[in-house]
């Protein structure tokens, strides 16, 4: 222990002798989320969306029919029909669709003889940008139904679609906080840990280290613990500038702060042992300021920080499923956004633990404790 501590000790000396790191530690995710916020758009494409037709008339065939359409044509949402209203909409808090339709018996029936057809969207509005495009897509569809049934009608007997956001409004701008807190965490950990290595090696001062009865274990592991103290720290100071950015009040943040640390936390040993594995072997520091922009967009973008994963194109979502900082983003929108337990986000963490014991493992492994 005392041998772990020391390592521990010397790092985060070496850090706080370093202000730079630390102000643009603190300074990238904030310019991120503002550039980001302001700047980003595209198009989306196979949203998952439920459909409940409890009605067999002409209308809410059209309603299906033109649904179909969008679905075959721009693709922007994929359909599951089914049968329970309740499983539906479990569906949709539960992460596996962004929507779902409800079909009312007496659909079509309302909408021939005259009165105000209505039919349910349940919208996962905790994802602005989707949630918009189903709404707007599934109005139109709607319409369109309409007009092609009753050329001549009393404007009073418009079908209305009635849809219900499942949770607290959330635009735009908030829903990039969870993936802020992800690249504040992603920039600590290539700041630290391996990174001061890789320095230590540049300079030739690793080689005190062949001089002490420190263990691969030793320098490996105070090397990531002392990283994790530094970039959780950073990481949760920009998660509370950016809840204050964004104007998401603070103490949804005190409420869930349990849940949240243990996702930091894990996300942070996931992301330090994961760069040990990348960087152990590595000399010289140029090296790392290359790499560092390639594993940027290859973990941050693909992780549905800033666009559903749902809209990526097949081979990119099977990468999804790897990434971590996919689950990572995934378990803070849940915990910020959706009120959920920490048991909903059980998924999310067991990956997190998982990854972060493999690469931690390997690290220890191929870390080279010789000239």
């Known amino acids: 222990m005392v041998r772990l501590l020391a390592v521990i000790d010397r790092d985060l000396k070496k850090f706080r002798r370093n202000p730079v790191v630390l102000a643009m530690s603190v300074l990238m995710p904030i310019i991120y989320l503002v550039i980001l916020g302001n700047s980003f758009q595209g198009k989306l494409t196979g949203l998952p969306v439920a459909v409940v037709n409890h009605d067999s008339g002409p209308q809410a065939r059209r309603v299906i029919e033109n649904l179909r359409a969008v679905a075959a044509g721009p693709e922007t949402f994929s359909l599951s029909f089914m049968s329970d209203r309740k499983e539906a909409v479990q569906g949709v808090q539960g992460g596996r669709f962004k929507a779902a339709l409800i079909i009312p018996p007496d659909y079509s029936r309302r909408a021939t003889v005259g009165g105000r057809p209505e039919l349910g969207l349940f919208l996962d509005n905790t994802d602005g940008i989707s949630s918009e495009n189903i709404r707007g897509l599934i109005s139109a569809a709607v ?47 290539l700041t630290t840990g391996a990174f001061n290595l890789v320095m230590d090696r540049f300079l030739g001062i690793d080689e005190s280290y062949l001089l002490t009865p420190l263990s691969k274990s030793h320098i490996v592991t105070g090397l ?10 950073i990481s949760f100071f ?64 693909p992780s549905g920080a800033v666009y559903p994963v749902a809209s990526f194109p097949a081979w990119l979502r099977l990468f ?52």
């Open 224 to 233: 990531i613990i002392s990283g994790l103290m530094i970039t959780t720290a």
């Open 143 to 189: 319409r369109a139904a309409r007009n092609d049934y009753v050329p001549i009608r009393d404007p009073r007997d418009e079908t209305t679609l009635r849809d219900i956001d499942l949770y607290p409004k959330v635009d735009y701008y908030q829903s990039l906080v969870p993936g802020v807190v992800i690249m504040a965490i992603f920039l600590g950990a």
């Open 320 to 371: 999804a499923r790897i990434n971590p900082e996919a689950y990572a983003v995934d378990a803070l929108k849940s915990l910020l956004f959706k009120n959920a337990a920490l048991v909903n986000v059980a998924g999310d963490i067991a990956f997190l633990f998982c990854f972060t014991a493999a690469t931690l493992t390997i690290a220890i492994l191929v870390f080279k404790r010789t000239l």
């Open 238 to 301: 920009i998660f509370a500038v950016s809840m204050v950015i964004t104007g998401i009040p603070l103490s949804r943040g005190v409420e869930k702060f349990i849940p949240l640390s243990i996702v930091i936390i894990l996300t942070t040993l996931c992301l330090l042992s994961l760069m040990f594995v990348i960087l152990g072997r590595i000399g010289h520091p140029r090296v790392v300021g290359i790499l560092s922009g390639f594993l940027n967009v290859i973990l941050f973008f």
